[in-house]
């Protein structure tokens, strides 16, 4: 079985049902692109995995070299790298061993292809942050932004439709990370934000008003938001608030460090982000360190001694 075989099989058997389908099919066309699409399978060795990683690895984030402002455009991360490298190559090389048969009598070994990823950031917004993004959302995202900041929701799982929503059980069911099932609580906040969006589409919850027509399109009707378009606006909101260092994520980190701190629960907030294994959400255990520092101080001081006197009879404070 050849590369180009197992890509295709991958993508219209496993690739095209992932939440994020257009990044896989995009990261299988570069991977052909970057390899032999006639090479077989089982010639893909280390050295093939190791050439493959070191190429994607020199490529700049969004294709470019040079910003607007004449500086160098910064390289993909390390993550984006195992994503669609190592990972991808791995998947469908095991799709292609152990169901549709291909002999590949030696792997190449994973862990030695990918690239050291730093620490997860559990960054969380002050309030001027906080208030300088909600003042820099387009008006038609509002609801939506405001959806994701207070459910701390990935960002494809806050695209909801409305046969997700039971407003009888209160709960918004959908389809997450890994193809787990997510489960969020319609709490007042949430409510009053699907309320408002009554009316607007019959089967998507968020929409947008459409400023710029497409092909098909009209201007002034609403559409769903889509993954790209919730992208593109995070990104435009977050240069125009000017807060730096913030990613879309990070508001899942914000949702949840406010929430440890209200709760002081671990297993509260491990279901409310739907973490499977609580080992995830200890990370968040950071917030502890001020109560942490307060506690320490208090068992340092010495106690206050009790006034005594001296040889003259005179007390001393």
């Given amino acids: 079985m050849t590369l180009d075989i197992a890509a295709g099989r991958y993508w219209n058997e496993i690739g095209?049902?992932?939440k994020n389908s257009a990044t896989?099919?995009?990261?299988?066309?570069?991977?052909?692109?970057?390899?032999?699409?006639?090479?077989?399978?089982?010639?893909?060795?280390?050295?093939?995995v190791a050439s493959l990683v070191a190429r994607r690895r020199s490529d700049t984030k969004?294709?470019?070299?040079?910003?607007?402002d004449g500086k160098p455009?910064?390289?993909?991360?390390?993550?984006?790298v195992n994503r669609s490298t190592v990972i991808l190559i791995k998947s469908i090389m095991l799709a292609a061993r152990d169901i549709w048969g291909a002999a590949i009598p030696k792997m190449p070994r994973w862990k030695k292809h990918m690239?050291?990823?730093?620490?997860?950031?559990?960054?969380?917004?002050?309030?001027t942050e906080a208030v300088a993004l909600n003042g820099a959302v387009r008006n038609d995202y509002a609801l939506w932004f405001e959806f994701a900041r207070i459910t701390g929701l990935r960002r494809n799982e806050t695209l909801i439709r409305w046969s997700n929503v039971n407003v009888f059980a209160k709960r918004i069911t959908t389809i997450g990370k890994g193809g787990k099932e997510v489960s969020t609580p319609i709490t007042p906040a949430v409510d009053a934000i699907l309320k408002q969006c009554k009316g607007h589409h019959p089967e998507f919850?968020?929409?947008?008003?459409?400023?710029?027509?497409?092909?098909?399109?009209?201007r002034g009707q609403r559409y769903p938001i889509t993954p790209e378009g919730a992208k593109s606006q995070w990104r435009r909101l977050r240069a125009r608030s000017g807060v730096q260092n913030f990613r879309f994520h990070d508001l899942r980190h914000d949702m949840a460090t406010r929430l440890l701190r209200q709760t002081g629960n671990l297993k509260i907030v491990q279901r409310a982000l739907n973490h499977s294994d609580i080992k995830t959400t200890v990370k968040y255990a950071h917030v502890y360190d001020d109560e942490l520092t307060a506690a320490m101080i208090q068992i340092q001081t010495p106690p206050a001694l009790p006034p005594s006197e001296n040889d003259e009879g005179q007390k001393y404070a």
Wanted: proline share 4%; hydrophobic share 35%.
């Fill in 73 to 80: 455009v910064q390289l993909i991360a390390n993550a984006t």
């Fill in 16 to 18: 095209q049902h992932h």
């Fill in 62 to 68: 969004h294709g470019k070299k040079v910003r607007k």
């Fill in 115 to 127: 690239l050291k990823e730093p620490k997860e950031n559990t960054r969380s917004l002050d309030t």
């Fill in 24 to 48: 896989t099919f995009t990261d299988i066309q570069r991977l052909l692109e970057y390899l032999t699409p006639s090479i077989r399978m089982d010639a893909i060795t280390d050295d093939v």
């Fill in 205 to 218: 919850v968020f929409t947008f008003i459409c400023q710029r027509p497409l092909e098909g399109q009209v």
